[in-house]
Each structure stands twice: as structure tokens, then as C-alpha cells.
């Protein structure tokens, strides 16, 4: 079965770059969230999108930015990047129409330095 | 502010034995509450949901309890093996479906 897809696997920026994680949803499924997970730490909701409206906002940072496409990926833009920013980003997708289980791509783990 | 707590941080346990790992959450009034498995450096993996007005649901050696007056989640490993060794995770849902995740308890089986 399809699993969610994200890229790069492994990103690696310096403070005060930018970042852009994709994220590709389970086909049909209506609803993408993204996760921040710092080391030792649960997962932290940021955003999420239902139908490519952004349907909830979590502990975001203005400095990012996320949107949803036409074809359903999603995209989490990531501006003036900090050494805290660095974690293992998770994308999810589930289909709420039916139940809000959600199925976790496998992360991008960001490295800022 | 929501707050979640999962009993213990880590949990040891001897393999064929039952593990049962416990969330507890307050200020909160969740439609349904979800449990996940998380091994190191991947993401979770949903394993059940049950609904505030649902009191228990099993799946194979899996059983969840969810008692809303408590505001307490009881989850269940039966006949434990090495393989269950994983982190937890007990997570709250909202109307608009984003999980609010507990700090997770550690479980290890010996064999």
C-alpha cells in the first residue's frame, strides 16, 4: 500500500538559510499535517491542510511558512533557519472524511549549524 | 493549557507478559484518543482510536480502554515480545484533527 512520501531525507543548512520539506500525501487522503520532533521530544503539530486549505495552526514560527498544492503535496518553507530549528520533521496525512487516523511519512531530519 | 501525561517514561517488562502503559489528560474534553508506536528515528505508526463513547477496543494482542469521567487511557500489550520494544505515544484529538501527543513511555521486553 502507498505510504506518505517526504524529501529530502536528510537536509543539512547552515543558520540563516533557507529550507523547503516535501511532503506527498497517501492518495485520496483530504488532510496533511506537519509535525516538529526535537530530540527526546513528542511530536509538536504545526500546521495542517484539509482539502489545500489550511484547515489549523499549531506552534508555528512566523519564520515558517507552509502550503498545499493543486496535486495535494504540501510543502513546509522554512526562512532564517536557527540551531534550534534542527529536528526530525514529520509529515502526515489521513483521510478525516472517514476517521482521523493518521499515517506518518518516514521525516526529514533537518541539521542546522 | 492541555497537559498529557503518560505514567512512566520507560517500562521494562519479561516477554510473555502483559504491558500495560497508562495516559492521563487534563483541561481537555478529546472526541477520541489515538495510540501510536514510534521506533527510534522513524515515525509513528498508528495502532488504535477510540471514541469518547466507546470504553474499550481491542486489535489482535492490543486493547485500549478510555474512560472520560477518569480522563485516563489504559493500553494493553498481551503476550509481550522483543519485537513490541518501542516508544508509545498516547495523543489527543481535536474537531479539526490535529493529535496533541504525549511524552511517550519506553517499553522494553526482555526476552
Known amino acids: 500500500a502507498a505510504g506518505v512520501i517526504q524529501s529530502p531525507r536528510h537536509l543539512i543548512k547552515e543558520k540563516r538559510e533557507t529550507a523547503t520539506l516535501k511532503c506527498y500525501p497517501i492518495?485520496?487522503?483530504?488532510?496533511v499535517y506537519w509535525y516538529q520532533q526535537g530530540p527526546g521530544q513528542d511530536p509538536q503539530f504545526l500546521i495542517s491542510?484539509?482539502?489545500?486549505?489550511?484547515?489549523d495552526k499549531g506552534s508555528i514560527p512566523d519564520r515558517f511558512s507552509a502550503q498545499q498544492f493543486s496535486d495535494y503535496h504540501s510543502e513546509l518553507n522554512m526562512s532564517s533557519l536557527e540551531l534550534g530549528d534542527s529536528a526530525l520533521y514529520f509529515c502526515?496525512?489521513?483521510?478525516?472524511?472517514?476517521?482521523?487516523?493518521?499515517?506518518f511519512g518516514p521525516g526529514t531530519r533537518l541539521t542546522v549549524t | 493549557s492541555q497537559k498529557i501525561e503518560q505514567n512512566s517514561e520507560a517500562l521494562n517488562i519479561q516477554e510473555g507478559k502483559t504491558a500495560t502503559l497508562t495516559c492521563n489528560y487534563t483541561?481537555?474534553?478529546?472526541?477520541?484518543l489515538q495510540w501510536y508506536r514510534q521506533d527510534p528515528g522513524r515515525g509513528p505508526v498508528f495502532l488504535l482510536l477510540?471514541?469518547?463513547?466507546?470504553k474499550e477496543k481491542r486489535k489482535e494482542r492490543l486493547k485500549v480502554t478510555f474512560d472520560t469521567t477518569l480522563k485516563q487511557s489504559l493500553f494493553h500489550i498481551t503476550a509481550s515480545q522483543p519485537a513490541d520494544s518501542a516508544t508509545y505515544l498516547c495523543a489527543l484529538g481535536g474537531s479539526q484533527g490535529n493529535l496533541i501527543f504525549g511524552k511517550g513511555t519506553k517499553l522494553s521486553v526482555k526476552p
Open positions: 502526515a496525512s489521513s483521510y478525516t472524511s472517514v476517521s482521523y487516523e493518521q499515517y
Open positions: 483541561n481537555y474534553s478529546p472526541a477520541y
Open positions: 492518495p485520496r487522503h483530504d488532510t
Open positions: 477510540i471514541r469518547e463513547n466507546e
Open positions: 491542510f484539509y482539502e489545500k486549505m489550511q484547515s
